[in-house]
């Protein structure tokens, strides 16, 4: 019998579960090595090397070479994991957030001290909130990833 | 005998720390942060717990896809502040309670809630923000905070993380397994992470402030209706990372069963992606 999973279809939102950890499980490793200073040196001087050296898949390793975050929690990393990509190059959890919305970094500070993004319309699938595919990318950066 | 005085509740965003760490402290962002919490540091200074019983979320720090404990108590001497990636927070080392701790394992293991025991890791922002928070800005070296603390870590990074209800009943075994302890220590236990908050996709920044405060009065007054609240509600309506709140059932059920008198409150948006709430209550 299949499990229950009702959190498949929360718009704009991945849930980070035993498949998807299954899936992400060295492109999430590789992330852990970036806690210890000399790696995270070695992989800023040449980080095609560095991934090389890891049983990951082309698609993590590209993913993770964009920069971009929305890519890589498609092939199964989790934000926090992939927080620790951002923090080598010096990003704030801000900035690696903003970077999967399409907005500057301007554009999503902006929308937090507003008082963040409504629920409104985010809630379910079909609905219209800025959240859902229909207003994707958000903002006005020029290019996906941070 | 020793016994849960009081219980905190907070957010434990990482910027939080940082703003902390790099002097931002007195920016007009921060300060609407920060005083929310000069009530509390009186009121820490005045209760003098002997003991914090911290319970927090590692963000894949001490814990990588390797090993992942539903529920894990630190019984070590002591605990280091981890790098996170931007090089450890220069806070002090985290002093534990060995012995209370191995206690309440023992005790709560035999309730039927099967815990890690952890004698080695290091502790992430979520440990150390809370401290900071509550404690003031203390210096790595001639700093200190004011008692020993027990980490209690629990997984919300990986699904399924435990129920609401699981984590409230979790927290009267602590409740009881405290009170079987001979020595009469003033224990705290704080309850952090949250609240309405979401670090990923397209649906990043999602505040629900309305959701949150109803969080705020239900955990006050009806803590175990509060608690059978399923996943997906926190997900839908707080956004993925706002399941974190499920820590804050711990800490609530570890209180006695009488109406807690209700010291301190606060709710502020945002701290960088993440919707601020802090209470503090006492036993009565």
Known sequence: ??????????????????EQSRKGYWLNQFC????????????????KAYLDEWPMTQAQKDAVLARDLNRCIAEGGNIYFLAKIGATYGKSFQQMAGSMTGMTEEEYRDMMIAGG???EGNRHPGEDGSAQPQHQPQGSAAKAGF | MARITASVYTSHVPAIGAALDLGKTHEPYWQKVFSGYEYSKQWLRETKPDVIFLVYNDHATAFSLD???????GTAAQYQPADEGWGPRPVPTVMGHPDLAAHIAQSVIQDDFDL??????????????????????????SGAWPCPVIPFAVNVVQYPVPSGRRCFNLGRAIRKAVESYDEPLNVQIWGTGGMSHQLQGPRAGLINAEWDKRFLDRLIAEPEALAQVPHIDYVREAGSEGIELVMWLIARGAMSDHAPAVKHRFYHVPASNTAVGHLILENT
């Open chain 1, 32 to 47: 852990m090595s970036l806690m210890k200073a000399p790696n995270r040196e070695r992989f800023l001087a040449d980080a």
């Open chain 1, 117 to 119: 993004r409504s629920v």
């Open chain 2, 116 to 141: 890690t025991i952890v004698n080695k890791m290091d502790v992430d922002h979520g440990l150390t923000v809370p401290l900071s928070l509550m404690c003031g800005q203390q210096d790595k070296d």
């Open chain 2, 67 to 73: 090993l992942i404990p539903t529920f894990a108590i």
């Open chain 1, 1 to 18: 019998m299949a499990l229950d999973k009702p959190y498949l279809d929360v718009p704009g939102t991945t849930i980070f579960d035993a």
